[in-house]
Every structure is written in structure tokens, then in C-alpha cells.
């Protein structure tokens, strides 16, 4: 099912997801349709809009952007440690050319990663094929079953352990 078609179970995922990144990850974020408009982005260990970065001891850094993204550096995270990107935008009008567009208050978090210092010990590891040949033309689906980790997701307040993995390339270089 398409995320969009999830309604109010969307919440539910969005919530129940949690994202690992290697050291070598590089943690943005980013806001359709704020190009020109003033965010400040936040860096947090707890999923919440400070009101002053200086003085809320759950905010590593912030940075102001107009551009609509965000890069941090990775010299600001601490491995096994879930942190979240925080926004907050007041409300304001842009002047474009023919218009003047009008963007409401923005305020939301992310719902947090993790930048994972060991990889997920697989029990058993399974590429799908046919006749042990890959068939499909653009992709290779693994399975990881019954796999032993460092990172213990009960920690940062899931219900229950990570049950299972999913791997994604953007652009896969080899």
C-alpha cells in the first residue's frame, strides 16, 4: 500500500520506524516547497521543537537554512544513539515573481535514526533467484533471518526488538 493511502495508520508507521545509518552516513533533512523560506533546523536526542537550542539539553546543534534542506555534519552524533531532525518555520509570505505565496507556521520532527557502529549478525541469508540465477533486471532481494543485534531498539522506547531489515541504494556504485 502506497503511504500516502494509509490515512490514519500513517502515524503508526511513522512512529514505529526507526532508520540506521552507517558512520559513513551523511544525516539531512528536508521540506517540499521551502525553497526562500527561513527554517532552523535542529539536531535532537528527544523529538521535540526546542525553543532555544542553547538552553534545551536535548538539542546538539542548529542551523538555519532557506533553501529547504539541511546536511549535519557527522562529528555532531554519537554512535548507537537516536537522535532526531527537528524544523521550525514561522509563518510568512514569499514574493514570487507574479504572487506572493503564504506558508503557515512549520513545526515537526523526524521520526528518529540511529547510526549503527556494527552491522546486524545474520543467522541466515537468503538472495532470491531462479535455479540459483538472478532474474530480475534491476533488483536483488535479500533476506536476513534470525539475525543477532547490537543496537537493542527497547532502549529507545519500541515495544519490542527490531524484527527484520530492509536494505536501499539509492545509487549503487561498484
Same mark, same amino acid.
Given at each position: 500500500?502506497?503511504?500516502?493511502?494509509?490515512?490514519?495508520?500513517?502515524?503508526?508507521?511513522?512512529?514505529?520506524?526507526?532508520?540506521?545509518? $552507517?558512520?559513513?552516513?551523511?544525516?539531512?533533512?528536508?521540506? $517540499?516547497?521551502?525553497?526562500?523560506?527561513?527554517?532552523?533546523?535542529?539536531?535532537?536526542?528527544?523529538?521535540?521543537?526546542?525553543?532555544?537550542?542553547?538552553?534545551?539539553?536535548?538539542? +546538539?546543534?542548529?542551523?538555519?537554512?532557506?533553501?529547504?534542506?539541511v546536511v549535519f555534519d557527522t562529528q555532531d552524533f554519537t554512535s548507537?544513539? +537516536?537522535?532526531?531532525?527537528?524544523?521550525?518555520?514561522?509563518?510568512?509570505?514569499?514574493? +514570487?515573481?507574479?504572487?506572493?505565496?503564504?506558508?503557515?507556521?512549520?513545526?515537526?520532527?523526524?521520526?528518529?535514526?540511529?547510526?549503527?557502529?556494527?552491522?546486524?549478525?545474520?543467522?541466515?541469508?537468503?538472495v532470491q533467484n531462479t535455479n540459483g540465477f538472478l532474474t530480475a533486471?534491476?533488483?536483488?532481494?535479500v533476506h536476513w533471518e534470525e539475525f543477532i543485534d547490537n543496537v537493542?531498539?527497547?532502549?529507545?522506547?519500541?515495544?519490542?526488538?527490531?524484527?527484520?531489515?530492509?536494505?536501499?541504494?539509492?545509487?549503487?556504485? $561498484?
Amino acid at each position: 500500500m502506497h503511504s500516502a493511502d494509509l490515512g490514519d495508520s500513517y502515524s503508526v508507521l511513522h512512529d514505529n520506524e526507526l532508520n540506521f545509518g $552507517t558512520t559513513d552516513t551523511v544525516p539531512a533533512g528536508a521540506i $517540499t516547497y521551502a525553497h526562500d523560506r527561513q527554517v532552523t533546523w535542529y539536531l535532537m536526542t528527544s523529538p521535540h521543537v526546542p525553543s532555544d537550542c542553547d538552553t534545551d539539553a536535548a538539542c +546538539r546543534i542548529s542551523i538555519s537554512t532557506t533553501s529547504g534542506f539541511v546536511v549535519f555534519d557527522t562529528q555532531d552524533f554519537t554512535s548507537n544513539a +537516536r537522535y532526531f531532525i527537528c524544523a521550525h518555520s514561522n509563518a510568512s509570505e514569499v514574493e +514570487r515573481e507574479l504572487y506572493t505565496e503564504k506558508f503557515k507556521e512549520l513545526s515537526s520532527c523526524s521520526n528518529g535514526f540511529v547510526f549503527d557502529t556494527i552491522a546486524p549478525q545474520p543467522r541466515q541469508v537468503y538472495v532470491q533467484n531462479t535455479n540459483g540465477f538472478l532474474t530480475a533486471r534491476k533488483d536483488v532481494i535479500v533476506h536476513w533471518e534470525e539475525f543477532i543485534d547490537n543496537v537493542d531498539a527497547t532502549e529507545f522506547g519500541y515495544p519490542s526488538p527490531i524484527m527484520e531489515y530492509y536494505i536501499s541504494c539509492g545509487k549503487c556504485v $561498484t
